[in-house]
């Protein structure tokens, strides 16, 4: 299997402009993670997915982050509009079953100027 | 309650020493804790994990060590090797949570020759 596979790998944007992170997650997994990564917050988990259907997005940050996951291979965190403190590391993560093991993709690094 | 609290936040060892990691929680419903590997422009990587009902795990150089009472766990690097430089991490699952995990700040090791 190739993994989670996550693109862009690099984004570079301007304020105001939207931005769509994609996702596809390894084959057969049914919970979908997306997280974002900076070095003031850490690791944070934004949504997660399972069979399709979000679960919990306590952690998306504002009406600005939008997810979805129209099938078992796609997802897209959508921003709209950016702004520059969206400048992170954005990354997708899959896992087989409860409490199991999340497998990462290897981000998308965005910057918002 | 659903915190995971991780020390130091950096560390730096020489080529064959021990590096230890600590992590420690309050809330009691917390079932699976996992360590997370993550190199620089990677992404984070399961490395091992352990369950509350035993008191330590070991795989190879890896160990964690679980103390239920105390709320703590911590990883041990045993024999440290320059290519165990990296950013761990700790996280905890909630029980009843899906396949969420709390994850704690990090810890950078750097292991010198």
């Known amino acids: 299997d190739a993994g989670v596979i996550q693109s862009p790998r690099h984004e570079v944007t301007e304020m105001g402009q939207e931005v769509t992170l994609r996702c596809k997650p390894i084959?057969?997994?049914?919970?979908l993670f997306w997280y974002r990564q900076t070095m003031m917050r850490g690791l944070e988990l934004l949504i997660y997915?399972?069979?399709?259907?979000?679960?919990?997005d306590s952690g998306m940050p504002e009406d600005r982050f939008s997810a979805k996951m129209p099938n078992a291979s796609f997802s897209t965190l959508k921003i709209q509009p950016s702004e520059p403190r969206d400048s992170a590391v954005y990354f997708c993560?899959?896992?087989?079953?409860?409490?199991?093991?999340?497998?990462f993709g290897p981000g998308t690094r965005l910057t918002v100027t | 309650q659903q915190q995971v609290k991780q020390s130091p936040q950096s560390l730096i060892v020489q080529k064959g020493g021990i590096s230890i990691i600590n992590c420690a929680y309050e809330?009691?419903?917390?079932?699976?804790f996992p360590w997370y590997q993550q190199f620089p422009g990677k992404g984070p990587a399961l490395l091992i994990a352990?369950?509350?009902?035993?008191s330590e795990k070991k795989e190879g150089r890896f160990t964690i060590s679980f103390n239920k009472s105390a709320k703590q766990f911590s990883l041990h690097i045993m024999d440290s090797q320059p290519g165990d430089s990296a950013t761990y991490f700790c996280a905890a699952h909630l029980t009843g949570t899906a396949s969420k995990l709390t994850f704690g700040t990090g810890t950078r090791l750097q292991v010198t020759l």
């Open positions: 809330n009691t419903a917390f079932d699976y």
């Open positions: 084959s057969g997994h049914d919970y």
């Open positions: 993560a899959s896992s087989l079953d409860r409490a199991g093991e999340q497998y």
């Open positions: 352990i369950r509350p009902d035993v």
């Open positions: 997915f399972n069979n399709n259907v979000p679960i919990d």
